[in-house]
């Protein structure tokens, strides 16, 4: 795979979700099909529940890491709310891979906020083509609630121009034999979504 132009992947969402390691099989994937990859994480606040985001950026040759305000190809937010927060690294272009799922931060939970009610209408009105995805009902369905992540991996790879066996090569290598069956059936499930959402583009690639 070669490509001149540099893709920008945004994951976002809150601790404990598994988004470091989502970003690390994606990076890995786009390496082994011959890209130039940086990558980098802020989850200081992983352990306590906070916001957690990753930066991936890809291409022939990456010489920078971080993803500019306004340039995010592609965002992956694995909680619904989290989806706005990042609001400043979208573009008119970017494509929203939303997690229906809701994880009330503290202040909502103590009663000093409110969870707003129309995150994906808000993300609509502004022009984003926005996949909904109820990655926590998908990894229930396969038996393994901490799949969130791999459901969330499998919708974004319909964004890329990857062999899903390439992806499955990453899953072997870096999730438990014991495991790995499950996790390929939530990456399955996750790229059927995004199939579905998208009739016009099933048997194909969409690119990003």
């Known amino acids: 795979m070669t490509m001149k132009k540099t893709g920008n992947i945004l994951l976002c969402g809150v601790g404990g979700q598994g988004i470091i390691l989502a970003g690390e099989i994606?990076?890995?994937?786009l390496i082994k099909a011959g890209l130039d990859v940086k990558k980098s994480e802020v989850h200081g606040m992983a352990q306590r529940g906070g916001s957690?985001?990753?930066?991936?950026?890809?291409?022939?040759?990456?010489?920078?890491?971080?993803i500019e305000p306004g340039s995010a190809d592609i965002a992956v937010s694995f909680e619904l709310l989290?989806?706005?927060r990042y609001l400043p690294y979208y573009k008119k272009s970017t494509k929203v891979?939303?997690?229906?799922?809701?994880i009330l931060p503290a202040p909502v939970s103590t009663g000093a906020d409110t969870y707003p009610t129309d995150v994906l209408e808000q993300l609509?009105?502004?022009?984003?083509?926005?996949?909904p995805v109820d990655a926590f009902d998908i990894a229930k369905s396969v038996g393994e609630t901490r799949a969130v992540n791999m459901v969330l991996v499998g919708a974004l790879s319909l964004f890329l121009d990857?062999?899903?066996k390439i992806f499955f090569e990453v899953i072997d290598e870096r999730v438990p034999e014991k495991v790995r069956k499950v996790n390929r059936e939530a990456f399955l499930k996750g790229?059927?979504?995004?199939?579905?959402?998208?009739p016009a583009k099933k048997g194909g690639k969409v690119q990003s």
Not at 124 to 131: D, I, Q, R
Not at 191 to 198: D, V
Request: aromatic residues 6%.
């Open 162 to 164: 990857l062999d899903e």
């Open 26 to 29: 994606t990076s890995s994937a």
């Open 124 to 131: 609509k009105s502004m022009g984003l083509e926005v996949f």
């Open 191 to 198: 790229k059927e979504i995004i199939q579905a959402l998208r």
């Open 82 to 84: 989290e989806a706005l």
């Open 97 to 102: 891979i939303v997690n229906t799922q809701k």
């Open 52 to 66: 957690v985001v990753a930066h991936l950026r890809y291409g022939e040759k990456v010489y920078s890491p971080l």
